[in-house]
């Protein structure tokens, strides 16, 4: 086990659709295999990345139950009373679920006492021996469940799929400086540039564009626009199980190393470490 306490990313956009939960998924499927031990958190009532992992299929579903999302830490007053439900093994990764749960937890019960903003936060210190990196998924727009998410973690990544999905950049940046009532180094750490098309004069120059924002946070490498995102959701395997060599897949490796290099320059997972011992 890591004497570093988890890394506590947090991908957010208010812009719905530029890639969050692709993003989140597969980024946690690459940090996996690369031997770091990963949880993902779904936070959007939308529940994609739940549904994308297959955990809506079947009624008796583990991921149906409201009593397995993350949302019951937002019933107590008390954030150290705050304790998270088992999440469940999917893939290479712990997921805590998103369902109904999340709708009937977490923003009435913030709206009704605004002190247990900071619940999540709390609840995820309790594991955060357990893991190298924890990955939360948020949903688009303002509602009370995007700040409780996002305190819950130090570092916010912007996926950004045109210039245009920064309009709403301010907000968000104000929802962050907020936010440091609960966690006091939160800070927005990096664009994802997605849905990149390498050939296309619009795309380039919408990497450009974001390149003048750099003062705000680093620019990862762009992850290119493949059809195996859409996939994903109807297969229920992650990019590496459906096509490890296709494009996307190796964007997402380098991406996922970038993210490696930025937040835990100084640690070795797990798995590679004992490889190269074994090795
Ligand atoms: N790199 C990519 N190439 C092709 N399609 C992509 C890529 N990234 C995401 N998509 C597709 O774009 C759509 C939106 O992506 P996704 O659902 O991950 O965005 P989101 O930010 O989570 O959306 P929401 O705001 O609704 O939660 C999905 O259909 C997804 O499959
Ligand atoms: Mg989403």
Known sequence: MSMQPATRLCMANIAGGAGKTFLTLSIGAALARQ??????????????????????DDRSSPGLDPERTAGVVFRVDEPSDAILPDPIRVQDFDL??????????????????????????????????????????????RSADL???????????????????????????????????????LQLR????????????MSRRELELLQGYESVAVIAPPVRLGDLARSIQEDHRSIFDIDPKAGITQDIVELAHFI?????????????????VAG
């Not at 940046?173 to 180094?185: C, D, E, H």
């Not at 490696?260 to 190269?276: C, D, I, M, N, Y």
């Open 190 to 201: 990096m664009f994802i540039p997605n849905k990149y098309q390498a050939h296309r004069r």
């Open 260 to 276: 490696v290099k930025t937040f835990r320059p100084l640690q070795q997972p797990v798995g590679a470490a004992s490889q190269e």
């Open 147 to 185: 700040p409780a998410a996002v305190v819950a973690a130090d570092h916010v990544l912007v996926p950004v799929c045109d210039v245009k999905g920064l309009e709403n950049l301010q907000k968000l940046v104000t929802l962050i400086k907020g936010g440091r009532a609960y966690a006091p180094n």
């Open 96 to 141: 805590w679920p998103a369902n109904d749960g999340i709708i009937r937890d977490v923003a009435p019960n913030i709206t009704a006492d605004s002190f247990r903003m900071g619940n999540l936060r709390e609840a995820l210190r309790k594991r955060e021996m357990d893991y190298d990196f924890i990955l939360i998924d948020t949903q688009p727009g």
């Open 35 to 56: 031997g770091y031990r990963v949880a993902v958190l779904d936070m959007d009532a939308q529940a994609s990345a739940t549904k994308w992992v297959g955990l809506h």
